[in-house]
Every structure is written in C-alpha cells, then in structure tokens.
C-alpha cells in the first residue's frame, strides 16, 4: 500500500508541475514528496519542520495542497485500520479468560497494606500523645524549679537582712546601740568614708562612739528593694508568700525605725550634715513613706508604722 501512494504522489506532482512552455520539462527541479520520516520524529512541531523547506522548490499553494493530500489519505488509511480489525475491537472484552485471581490478590495486598498504615498511625499517635504529654511535664518541673529556686532565694534574703536588722531581737536601748548601721566590725570599710558618717553627738565627722552609716542603711533598703521584686514574682496566694507577708512588714517597720533614728540625729546637726540629711529622705522615697519623713521633720511624734 505505501508504494501505491507513493507512485500516485509522483503521478500527481508531475502533472502539478507539468509545463506546457517551449523551456523543456525535463530539466525543471520537480520537489520529491515529503516523507513520512520527517513527520514521526519525537520533536516534530509544525513552525519547525516548515523552516527546513526553505530550500524547497515548491509554491505555497502546491505545499497546502501536499499536505492536505497527506492528510486525506493519513485518515483513509486510519478508517481502513478500524474497518479491518473492527471484529477484533469486539471481542476483545470476550477474549480475556482469567485474572480474577490476580485482582483478587491485589486486592487482598492492598487491605493488607491499608491495615499495616492504619496500625503504623495508630502507634505514631500514640506516641505522639506521649511525647507532648512529656514535653507538658517536663515544662511544669521547670515551672516548680523556678517557683522553688525564687522560694528559697526570698528566704535567704529575708534572713539575712533580719540578722543584719536584728529584727525580733531589739528589747532595750542597749540592743538598739547595737544595731548593724552603728559602727561596728562587720562593715569597717563603710565607716572609714566620712562623707556618709555623722555621729550623735558630734555632727559630721564627730567623736562619738554611736555612728549612723547612711551608706549602709541604702544597703539595707537595697535588701529590702530586692525581697520586694522576688515577691511581686510570686503568687499572691501562694501559702509561702503569704506566710512571708508579715515578716516582710516586719523588716520594712525595722527599716523604718532605723531611718527615723537617723533622720532625727542628722536633724539635730542640720547645718552640718545636710547631704546626708537628703539621703536619708531618698531612702524614706524608696520605701514609699516619704510621708514618715515628713512627720520626723515636722517633729511630730506619733508615728504611722503599724
């Protein structure tokens, strides 16, 4: 069959090509028929064939021509295809005997497999849940740690600064004499600056044996600064922080007392001591009770620490 089209594709491009002129047809360069080839390449595209015929001698209307011949006969040979095995497209569904075995084992592997997926999830939640419920422990021990680390830092805090008040433990003048804003060994360095040093008899710089240290007593309201801020960290209603409520009031009416004490000496030396006069106010400012300030100034006697 494909020598047939091919001759009757010679026979018509001799008679399109056919010249009745007195030049000669047989010297005319008559184009060959476009083989089938060049249209069953994997990267065939119709701009890109058409460029490779620039060298074609041929017009543009004998080109139309070729190729819907081409395509006349590519559908005529395609009905005869059809035509010819029509019978088999047919029975092709009959033909096919056996199978349901192996549909059936694909089935049979595929809900197998499905069941393995559905178990591997199942252990992979599993496992999941447990791992947040770990990560969820391991979060709360962390909490409790911080909670406890805070706890026993407030109350180290606290009982330092209740040694260094003595609070609990003044029941005479003489205790109070005592008293770790006096002079005393534990902070000789703090004395041997006169700038913070007044005495009580003497004024700045005096000779008296009872000294007040303002240096130290910002220490001590620093202290007393630092157990604030760790307990404003603190549930209100945690049962610790509640317990340690009145001994916090305790410290700060001790802090009190002992600033009174200071600001009423340095009251009596006013001329000479103003520095530390300022100072001492500032520390009432720090303790929120300015107003205690105030009243010592004023020289009212009756005090506001309950």
Same mark, same amino acid.
């Given at each position: 069959?494909?020598?047939d089209n091919q001759l009757s594709e010679q026979l018509?491009?001799?008679?399109?090509?056919?010249?009745?002129?007195?030049?000669?047809?047989?010297?005319?360069?008559?184009?060959?028929?476009?083989?089938?080839?060049?249209?069953?390449?994997?990267?065939?595209?119709?701009?890109?064939?058409?460029?490779?015929?620039?060298?074609?001698?041929?017009?543009?209307?004998?080109?139309?021509?070729?190729?819907?011949?081409?395509?006349?006969?590519?559908?005529?040979?395609?009905?005869?295809?059809?035509?010819?095995?029509?019978?088999?497209?047919?029975?092709?569904?009959?033909?096919?005997?056996?199978?349901?075995?192996?549909?059936?084992?694909?089935?049979?592997?595929?809900?197998?497999?499905?069941?393995?997926?559905?178990?591997?999830?199942?252990?992979?939640?599993?496992?999941?849940? &447990?791992?947040?419920? #770990?990560?969820?422990?391991?979060? /709360?021990?962390?909490?409790?740690? $911080? !909670? =406890? @680390?805070?706890?026993? +830092?407030?109350?180290?805090?606290?009982?330092?600064?209740?040694?260094?008040?003595?609070?609990?433990?003044?029941?005479?003048?003489?205790?109070?004499?005592?008293?770790?804003?006096?002079?005393?060994?534990?902070?000789?360095?703090?004395?041997?600056?006169?700038?913070?040093?007044?005495? &009580?008899?003497?004024? #700045?710089?005096?000779?008296?044996? /009872?000294?007040?240290?303002?240096? $130290? !007593? =910002? @220490?001590?309201?620093? +202290?007393?600064?630092?157990?604030?801020?760790?307990?404003?960290?603190?549930?209100?209603?945690?049962?610790?922080?509640?317990?340690?409520?009145?001994?916090?009031?305790?410290?700060?009416?001790?802090?009190?007392?002992?600033?009174?004490?200071?600001?009423?000496?340095?009251?009596?030396?006013?001329?000479?001591?103003?520095?530390?006069?300022?100072?001492?106010?500032?520390?009432?400012?720090? !303790?929120?009770?300015?107003?205690?300030?105030?009243?010592?100034?004023?020289?009212?006697?009756?005090?506001?620490?309950?």
């Open positions: 069959m494909d020598s018509i491009f001799r008679e399109l090509y056919d010249d009745d002129s007195d030049l000669g047809d047989d010297n005319l360069p008559y184009p060959t028929p476009l083989p089938r080839s060049d249209f069953l390449t994997s990267d065939f595209t119709p701009v890109g064939y058409l460029s490779t015929l620039h060298n074609r001698h041929q017009t543009l209307e004998d080109l139309r021509t070729e190729l819907r011949t081409r395509s006349q006969d590519l559908s005529k040979e395609l009905l005869d295809l059809v035509n010819s095995n029509y019978q088999g497209f047919l029975s092709l569904g009959s033909s096919l005997h056996g199978g349901e075995e192996k549909v059936e084992e694909l089935k049979v592997g595929l809900l197998r497999f499905k069941k393995g997926l559905e178990g591997v999830r199942g252990v992979v939640d599993t496992r999941e849940n &447990e791992f947040r419920q #770990l990560m969820d422990e391991r979060r /709360t021990v962390r909490k409790q740690i $911080r !909670l =406890g @680390k805070t706890l026993l +830092e407030l109350d180290g805090l606290m009982e330092d600064l209740e040694v260094r008040l003595m609070v609990g433990s003044r029941g005479t003048q003489a205790d109070e004499q005592q008293h770790d804003w006096e002079s005393s060994d534990e902070d000789e360095d703090d004395t041997e600056d006169d700038e913070d040093v007044i005495s &009580e008899e003497g004024g #700045l710089n005096g000779s008296s044996s /009872t000294l007040i240290n303002t240096r $130290r !007593l =910002g @220490k001590r309201v620093q +202290e007393y600064l630092c157990i604030k801020h760790l307990q404003s960290q603190l549930d209100p209603k945690h049962p610790f922080a509640a317990k340690q409520e009145h001994r916090i009031m305790q410290i700060k009416k001790t802090l009190l007392l002992d600033l009174g004490t200071a600001l009423q000496q340095v009251k009596n030396h006013r001329q000479t001591a103003s520095d530390q006069m300022l100072k001492i106010i500032g520390l009432y400012r720090d !303790l929120d009770a300015s107003h205690e300030a105030v009243r010592i100034l004023k020289g009212n006697t009756t005090s506001s620490i309950r």
